[in-house]
């Protein structure tokens, strides 16, 4: 029986992908767990598996190809004997990227039609229901309503056995529709590309496509910046003492090839400072705050085109070496596209650190569902009032706190701010 290979839905908000590298080639045998192709997502580059046993009949979309939204169907897998011209002639035509982003709809209309298969049906909530065109061709016959059907095929599929054996009742006549409610009044989304592009035509500039990660990081922070109610808290933290107990701690780490760094500290003492403030510890879920248990610190690490925040679970739990070693490798990967989704989501505060680029302070968007993100300055000499009330000088870091006002009131995010400069500010602390 031929069947139909899908986009996969590579992590829990990929809504479409890049096909990247076909693995496979039309006339190729394979097996459950054999590698098919390569998948750009907004965020890596996965190598997807097959799922059933069989031979690939047709390849539907080419290698390169752009915007291929999750479950279109992307090749056809035929068992021995069979062909997939079937399914191959009613599946729509895989468009060019840039037309498929003008007028999908149009494209799609456009595709001529090899045999008069009847369209994919859909379930009531608007879900697609999986059925080999065949199938759908004995139910319209029929006057079967497939969505009241159980499909013995793979995941679900309704195949020709089904439809033959159904005692489903006929279709419904459809309801009279509704009267479409007035649309809602679009936000407004600055200049169309048309109108900046006519600004600037008596000007030399060159074009930048957008990749899938640059497409989603503007449509996140865009609507992270218009929908989180951001406030800000500012502290100056003193490293003096973490600066030397760094360089103690670094001598004795030394035959063990480990070399701690300033941003290793930091993550501990949010991890830590999450723990002695708990209702800080906490995402934004819609409808109700989820207060977590573990400190799950996410880091913001730039890569060329982006960036990704991976996450280190349970870093209260481990030491700075552990911290230091795990931070390396995930940057390591994160750098080559390798992390899996589950090592870059999830997390309940988030460190961006720009001081390795000189910036002295900034202010960093809070990444949803996450409560905070601390935006951390470089360390400069400056002068400062001491303790006996003397003008001295020491290495002082600005660090600006951005909170999801929704789920961190100011007081909290104040004691959550102070636990963290205590941390830093009395380095051993987070060793008891």
């Avoid at 999750?70 to 990227?97: F, K, Q, R, Y």
């Avoid at 030399?204 to 990081?217: F, P, Q, V």
Wanted: charged fraction near 20%; avoid cysteine; charge should be negative.
């Amino acid at each position: 029986m031929a069947t139909e290979i899908l986009m996969p839905a590579l992590s829990p908000t990929m809504e479409e992908g890049t096909l990247a590298k076909w693995l496979v080639k039309e006339g190729d045998e394979v097996a459950s767990g054999d590698l098919l192709a390569e998948i750009e997502t907004d965020k890596a580059t996965m190598e997807f598996e097959a799922v059933d046993e069989g031979i690939i009949g047709k390849i539907l979309i080419a290698e390169g190809t752009e915007g291929v939204k999750v479950n279109t169907a992307i090749a056809v897998l035929i068992e021995e004997g069979e062909s997939a011209d079937d399914i191959a002639a009613s599946a729509p035509a895989a468009p060019a990227a840039a037309e498929a982003e003008a007028a999908p709809a149009a494209v799609e209309a456009a595709a001529p039609a090899a045999a008069p298969a009847a369209p994919a049906p859909q379930a009531a909530d608007g879900t697609r229901i999986f059925a080999s065109p065949l199938a759908r061709r004995i139910a319209a016959d029929k006057g079967l309503d497939l969505t009241q059907i159980t499909g013995s095929g793979p995941k679900g599929r309704i195949v020709k056995a089904d439809v033959e054996n159904a005692t489903a009742a006929p279709k419904a006549a459809p309801a009279a529709a509704a009267p479409a409610a007035a649309p809602a009044a679009a936000a407004p989304t600055g200049p169309s590309a048309d109108m900046v592009a006519a600004m600037y035509q008596d000007r030399e500039y060159e074009e930048i496509s957008l990749d899938g990660m640059r497409k989603t990081i503007a449509a996140r922070l865009s609507e992270a910046k218009q929908t989180i109610p951001h406030f800000y808290l500012r502290r100056d933290i003193k490293l003096d003492a973490l600066l030397a107990f760094r360089s103690q701690l670094n001598k004795q780490l030394e035959a063990r090839g480990v070399k701690l760094s300033v941003n290793d500290f930091i993550i501990k003492a949010v991890a830590n400072a999450l723990q002695a403030v708990p209702q800080a510890n906490a995402v934004w879920a819609g409808d109700r705050v989820l207060q977590m248990k573990a400190s799950d610190v996410a880091v913001a690490v730039a890569i060329e085109g982006g960036l990704f925040t991976p996450v280190l679970q349970d870093a209260d739990q481990k030491s700075l070496s552990s911290l230091s070693t795990q931070m390396k490798d995930l940057a390591s990967r994160a750098r080559e596209r390798k992390l899996a989704p589950t090592e870059y989501q999830g997390g309940s505060f988030a460190i961006s650190n720009l001081g390795m680029f000189g910036i002295d302070n900034f202010d960093a968007i809070v990444n949803p569902p996450h409560a905070g993100i601390l935006a951390v300055g470089s360390g400069v000499k400056k002068p400062v009032v001491g303790a006996d009330g003397e003008l001295t000088v020491a290495t002082v870091m600005s660090v600006t706190m951005s909170v999801d006002h929704r789920v961190i009131d100011g007081a909290v995010g104040a004691n959550l701010l102070q636990a963290i400069v205590d941390n830093l500010e009395n380095p051993m602390s987070m060793l008891a």
